[in-house]
């Protein structure tokens, strides 16, 4: 593409940005939770129909799915934003603060799709010129299993045509607006529940030799496990087991309880010792279990899968970005241990998640995500729009 082309989508980006702000604004007023984003997709079709975007709707429930037709072939590259919020109060102190109480966009859901909207506007203009076709996926229940994602490739999101890429950009409060950054490869780890169930029978805590320590059971899986990621696991693996819950059922001072239940989560980079590591993650807590003379249920509820993105189309994500920004301004990620559900797309067609810089450490505005003081430079709105319309015609 020209430098006439990309001059003409900064000049555009920076025109519709208080729009965009504007969007996210009424976005972030009201978040809705996975899989009930009812009003939002509501939202999201009004915007759309007052740009005479086609579309259609009810994907994975409140999934929203549009099209701007390229004139040239039957080529189709594909852009997602979720759509869900978190169940977190929010406490910034904004006149766009969260309307919903115990509800929050404290993931930048409410900034991907305001973004993905100002692409959306900027590609319909120039849509008599456009030399493939753009798909616009608006996902609902990114933060809840099953994953949006898998039910929308289940539904056919990816079909008639299926689309020679897709790509999905995430804001990162770590890197200052203005900038951006990829990795090429392995990127994100899987993710998968554990729920462990320690039974036995409980008793007096005076007399622990007439009972079963359930809780001196439970806990010596918790300790037990980590052999899993400590002396099982290859060591250029990597991989983190975390119990981040221990419960008992009817304990107290003096009680040992009949039941104790954990929870938590692991995640690793590598599918094959994923699906091992389950089995050893049980054998681990049964055997453990049954030394205290207890017995011990597992559930593993299989969660995300790694995300990969495809090195060549990283790549050229890589210098197209750093065409649109310049070089100093595109970073090298680091492998994360978190998870995202974009990771089911990456399974089925060439991907490519990025990250869009949204800080500024200046203005204090450096919370994380997934707390309650997360908030946005919203210039970063600028950058996120115009890219990543940069990046779709150039696939």
Sequence with gaps: MSGKILNHIKSRSAELLQKVIEYRHHLHRNPELSFHEEETSTWICNVLDSHGIPYTTGWAGYGVVGEISGKYSNKVIALRAD??????KEENDKPYRSEKEGVMHACGHDVHMASLLG????????????????????????????????????EGVLRNPEPVCILGQHVYPVMEAGRTGVRAGLYM???????????????????????????????????????????????????VLTIGKFNSIGGATNVIPD????????????????????TLITDVAEKTAAVYGATCEVRIMHGYPSLVNNPA??????????????EDRVEELPMKMSSEDFAFYSQVIPACFYRLGT???????????????FDIDESA???GMGMMAWLALNQ
């Design 189 to 239: 780890a899987s993710a998968d529940e554990l729920y462990i169930t320690v039974k036995g029978k409980g008793g007096h805590a005076a007399a622990p030799q007439r009972c079963t320590d359930t809780i001196l059971a439970a806990s010596q899986i918790v300790v037990n496990l980590q052999q899993v990621i400590c002396r099982m696991t290859d060591p250029t693996v990597n991989a």
């Design 119 to 154: 692409t959306a506007i900027i590609l319909n203009e120039m849509k008599e010129d456009l030399p493939h076709s753009i798909r616009l996926i608006f996902q609902p229940g990114e933060e809840k299993l099953p994953g949006g994602a898998s039910v929308m490739i289940g």
């Design 83 to 88: 759509m869900d919020a978190l169940p977190i």
């Design 259 to 278: 039941e104790v239940s954990l929870e938590g989560t692991f995640r690793c980079m590598d599918e094959n010792w994923r699906q091992k590591a389950h």
């Design 313 to 326: 189309l990283a790549q050229n994500v890589r210098q197209l970005m750093e065409q649109y920004l310049g």
């Design 381 to 383: 709105l600028e950058t």
């Design 359 to 373: 800080g500024n450490k200046a203005a204090n505005i450096t919370a994380n995500v997934h707390t309650s003081t």
